[in-house]
């Protein structure tokens, strides 16, 4: 049934339904919540008499905090849409005009578009409305106001600059007067647009550690992101977190955390080539307790010897490598020679590699080939005389 043609006691069924669903970990249908909210908005206020009506004013407050806080995320929770943004700001302001969050944000959405003229009108409105009575809720913060004087700014500059580049281009006729403008001159303001939008690039995300909140560039979010302390500090291999902070769990979860693309590329490279063929040959039960054992056997040698925090699935990777010379070390031969030199070259490559390269854990690289020849020591391989394929 359309949610039009329900009632309000459906209505509000429904609604405590999306709720439950917008706690859970799909996050919900936001756009049927605003929907829902929509309809029962125009129901109750459409009957003053209705027993709901005095709940008339909690509805609209939910359904503009809908608009505001969800309304980016309609298409899909996970991703942001600029154009189902704004359409929810908009239809927001019909219900309450004295939003000054939502005029900011429109603003910062057409000032992304170099929309300036009407990305003005809209900073302007957001200073307008924040030096009024206004809910908390929709107030902007003490950043976002300061912002939000430079935007404006900037919209006026760029605006002039418009202005002055199409006065440039103008094809002027011969009879009018160039010097016939009273206390005319350029505007020494057109320097401060580069500043402002250096500025405004660089405080334009909030970025939240545990030691701080600081306002910083796109770029220096990315950096964070991929930096190394932070991919230690979430799960890796790091001393203090085990010793004061007992997360045991480090000890496997730091496998599967990478230094970097390149460091998870190389590893999914070796997992790819040398991973099947021993899987193959020793089956997925004593496959999996060789992964289980290099991975935790590593990280207790890193954690006994290294002095530094590691990440990274190499113990793993370099355990196959020792399952692969535990087949050629083998008396009963299940290794062709041409798949045996294969084998030589590449343990020989790859810890020539580990030796060479500075970032390379040589401890959880040796303790994972060890390992990986110990397990293949004590797995029972019957069958004899087979292959392992190139």
């Not at 600059?161 to 005319?184: F, G």
Request: hydrophobic share 40%.
């Amino acid at each position: 049934m359309p949610i039009n043609n329900k009632s309000i006691e459906e209505l509000l069924d429904l609604e405590e339904a999306l709720q439950e669903s917008k706690e859970s970990e799909d996050g919900g249908d936001f756009s049927a919540l605003i929907a829902v909210y929509e309809s029962l908005y125009k129901k109750i206020s459409g009957d003053k008499d209705s027993e709901y009506a005095p709940s008339l004013e909690d509805i609209k407050k939910r359904l503009i905090t809908c608009l505001v806080y969800y309304g980016t995320y309609l298409k899909t929770i996970y991703q942001k849409d600029d154009a189902a943004s704004e359409m929810c700001l908009k239809k927001a302001l019909k219900y309450d005009r004295n939003l000054p969050i939502v005029y900011y944000r429109l603003g910062f959405l057409h000032y992304k578009s170099e929309k300036y003229t009407s990305a003005l009108i809209h900073f302007q409105n957001a200073n307008r409305f924040q030096q009024a009575k206004t809910s908390e809720t929709y107030r902007m913060t003490e950043q976002q106001s300061y912002n939000c004087h430079l935007y404006l700014a900037n919209c006026g500059l760029f605006i002039a600059v418009h202005a002055k580049e199409s006065l440039d281009d103008l094809e002027i006729d011969s009879n009018v007067n160039l010097e016939a403008i009273p206390k005319y001159e350029i505007s020494p303001f057109y320097g401060l647009i580069n500043e402002n939008d250096t500025y405004l690039e660089k405080h334009a995300f909030l970025m939240t550690t545990n030691k701080e909140n600081k306002y910083c560039s796109l770029e220096e979010c990315n950096n964070a992101l991929t930096n190394p302390e932070i991919v230690y500090h979430i799960g890796g291999l790091d001393k203090y977190q085990i010793i004061n902070e007992k997360q045991y769990y480090r000890f496997f979860t730091y496998a599967f955390l990478h230094n970097g693309i390149s460091h998870l590329l190389l590893n999914l490279l070796l997992f790819v080539f040398a991973g099947p063929p021993v899987e193959k040959q020793i089956g997925r039960v004593n496959f999996l307790m060789l992964f289980i054992s290099t991975v935790i056997f590593s990280a207790i040698i890193c954690f006994i010897f290294a002095d530094r925090p590691s990440v990274g699935s190499s113990g793993f990777g370099y355990g196959i490598l020792g399952m692969l010379t535990w087949f050629v070390m083998r008396k009963n031969k299940i290794v062709d020679k041409e798949s045996k030199n294969i084998i030589i070259l590449s343990v020989i490559t790859s810890f020539i590699f580990t030796l060479t390269y500075s970032n390379a854990s040589v401890l959880g690289h040796f303790s994972g080939f060890i390992m990986g020849i110990f397990i293949g020591g004590v797995i029972d391989i019957n069958r004899s005389g087979s292959k392992v394929q190139q």
